[in-house]
């Protein structure tokens, strides 16, 4: 089992860049695929990026792919998600999740057994 907490979340500008942080506790934390999706007040949960164990594969959704930039350090049981330019309709709730094992279905929520509370990001026109 993971704990995840993110962090890193805040008020910003247009065009302004956010750097989250998801840490996670537990064991083995290496073994896991991990995640990051946003939901918006009365909008779905939405895949955002995911980043397998090793960290030798990332994977972005379209409107994110040259912006974002996702990262883990297994050492350190952390994954990072780095914003740049960042628009006032990604402002919502950041979470990062994590599923055992490799997955090709990461763009899913319901792949995902372990979600952390997130972290807000808003973004100011």
């Known amino acids: 089992q993971v704990q995840l907490v993110e962090s890193g979340g805040g008020l910003v500008q247009a065009g302004d860049s956010l750097r989250l942080s998801c840490a996670a506790s537990g064991r083995f934390f290496s073994m896991y695929f991990m995640g990051w999706f946003r939901q918006a007040p009365g909008k779905e949960r939405e895949f955002v990026s995911a980043i397998t164990r090793r960290g030798d594969r990332t994977y972005y959704a379209d409107s994110v792919k040259g912006r974002f930039t996702i990262s883990r350090d297994n050492a350190k049981n952390t994954v990072f998600l780095q914003m740049n330019s960042l628009k006032p309709e990604e402002a919502a709730v950041y979470y990062c999740?994590?599923?055992?094992?490799?997955?090709?279905?990461?763009?899913?929520?319901?792949?995902?057994?372990?979600w952390g509370q997130g972290t807000q990001v808003t973004v100011s026109s």
């Open positions: 999740a994590a599923v055992m094992g490799d997955s090709d279905s990461f763009e899913y929520p319901q792949t995902y057994d372990y």
